[in-house]
């Protein structure tokens, strides 16, 4: 994916993630890693040719746990609620990502040129499950998990986007990496000067 967007110019939308919820028998997916690379064109030459031109924040590969959840046909027995069957349950470990429960987005400043920015993942669909939901994935006590659920034998899209602030998030332990761009790389970045 690639594109541009302006510092301080609100969320840009990047990629679109899709989860084909389908009927499956055992053994399913039980988790995954999300490798994840932002990579910016900071002068907006359109030089870059690729991610090692380009200034990149810090890649980090990111936990997603995973429940495939019975296909029941009695939805009231369902861990969460839902439409028809019962939806499949992804929670992402979001410690150490920078991640604001204000706007459930995932953010991570970065430096360039001695400035300190801040760019932030936002991802729609994505919030604070239900304290049966985080049990049901990763065992009791563990309330207040961050993910999303797919509707059974649906297609469910989820769509992220981007935002580069020219103020730092105060969310962040300064060794926090976050997670950006979902393989986004050579997306342009403008930086709006002031005039004297």
Known sequence: MSGSLTTNGGPVNTLTLTHNNIRTGAPTLTS???FNVLALDPEGSGA???PSDAF???ALIFPIHFLETPNLMNVNDCVVSSPVACNDIFVIDVLASGFSTTDNSFNQNFTYMGETYNAKLLLSGLSTLSDAACAAVLGAGNNGC???TTVERQS???????QIDSVPSPVLEPT???LFGFGLTGLGFMRRR???
């Open 32 to 34: 995954a890693s999300l």
């Open 48 to 50: 870059v040719a690729g």
């Open 146 to 148: 961050i993910g999303f």
């Open 194 to 196: 002031r005039l004297s």
């Open 156 to 162: 469910n899209t989820f769509q992220a986007s981007l």
């Open 176 to 178: 926090s990496l976050a």
């Open 56 to 58: 990149q924040i810090p």
